[in-house]
């Protein structure tokens, strides 16, 4: 094991492009309870970009490694005392920081130290490209759907952004539960495409009135659970749009991108529409949710996240590989309109052949 790693660093606030410089790092040391992971892949996040801009739900101390979210690897040592994993184990480590919770480590580092209890075990069969992104968007759509709302077989979800990475996976988690999916997308060129991906009703709010076209597809007993990341006019036309007693649980604030002033991440809800029909909007921000669940619930839901994509229930969009030394091409990439895949940071070799 070398004595030294790189890891990408942030000094400051800033625009990641700006912040960011390639270091040389002592390689940690595992305490009791942790595992060295080396590190194979992991993703740039949009998160991961609004954590540097200070936009984010929690700030770290700088200078930090970028990427607070997830990574897949192999261990390559153990803390004292730590049973249940084997060293030359390939596992996903979730680095998402638990709010209220410690610190974690970022994920953008040749070597990582984690918490044995937040390491789930995947096989080879699974690519490097799918693992790294098992434990945000999929976790995220899992839970939106069967635990934060509890959409029954049948029932309506009504869902924004549904080109979006979590918006997709909703489609194809609604198929598979049998549930009924309104998807609200901008441009009119991504209807057929929502429609072919499983979607029953495509709202476009390019050309459509969302209000109106939710109650013709819905009929007289209306929407009553719906899940929002874009925020602002829409998130506020969503609550609208359900039924007297619906819920919408809002997980991303989209419409609000690149946004710094806290003050501008609105949602003009009407007062009325709350009222007199008892509607509910919450949050739901995954951070909150590894700070409140034991670590045996987490690794069940995750456990459950890897089954659905080993299955092929739930398919995720191959990554596009860069190393470590190209990360301001990357971030690019990251913010690119309908670039279609995730960059991905690779080591050595990270970038499995499914990946090539």
């Not at 800033?14 to 993703?43: F, M, N, W």
């Not at 509607?279 to 909150?288: D, P």
């Amino acid at each position: 094991m070398p004595e030294s790693m790189r890891a990408l660093v942030a000094g400051k606030v800033g625009e990641p492009a700006d912040v960011l410089r390639l270091e040389s790092r002592p390689v940690p040391t595992p305490a009791a309870g942790q595992a060295l992971i080396r590190v194979k892949a992991t993703p740039i996040h949009a998160s991961d970009l609004h954590v540097l801009r200070g936009r984010y739900g929690f700030a770290p101390e700088f200078p930090t490694v970028g990427g607070h979210m997830e990574c897949v690897g192999r261990i390559e040592a153990l803390g004292p005392d730590t049973a249940g994993l084997k060293v030359g184990e390939r596992v996903v480590a979730v680095a998402v920081p638990a709010v209220p919770g410690p610190h974690v480590d970022g994920t953008w580092q040749e070597y990582l130290v984690a918490d044995t209890r937040r390491l789930l075990p995947v096989s080879d069969q699974l690519s490097d490209s799918s693992a790294c992104q098992l434990a945000v968007n999929p976790l995220t759509a899992l839970l939106l759907v069967t635990r934060e709302l509890d959409v029954q077989p049948g029932e309506w979800l009504l869902q924004t952004a549904a080109g979006s990475t979590v918006g997709r996976l909703v489609i194809q988690l609604a198929r598979h539960l049998g549930m009924r999916t309104i998807n609200v997308v901008r441009r009119r060129d991504a209807v057929e495409e929502i429609k072919a991906l499983g979607g029953d009703a495509v709202i476009c709010t390019e050309d459509e009135d969302l209000l109106q076209r939710v109650a013709e597809i819905a009929g007289p007993a209306g929407v009553r659970k719906a899940t929002d990341c874009v925020a602002g006019h829409v998130g506020a036309q969503v609550s609208q749009a359900l039924a007297p007693g619906g819920e919408v649980v809002v997980y991303g604030a989209l419409s609000t991108h690149r946004q710094t002033d806290p003050a501008a991440l609105t949602i003009p809800l009407q007062a009325r529409s709350v009222i007199y029909e008892t509607k509910t909007v919450r949050g739901f921000w995954l951070n909150r949710w590894f700070g409140t669940a034991s670590p045996a619930d987490a690794l069940r839901a995750l456990s459950e996240v890897r089954s659905l994509v080993a299955d092929d229930v739930l398919s995720i969009p191959q990554g596009e590989p860069f190393p470590l030394e190209r990360f301001t091409e990357a971030i690019s990439f990251a913010e690119a309109p309908a670039h279609g895949a995730k960059p991905l940071f690779v080591f050595e070799d990270g970038q499995d052949e499914d990946d090539r």
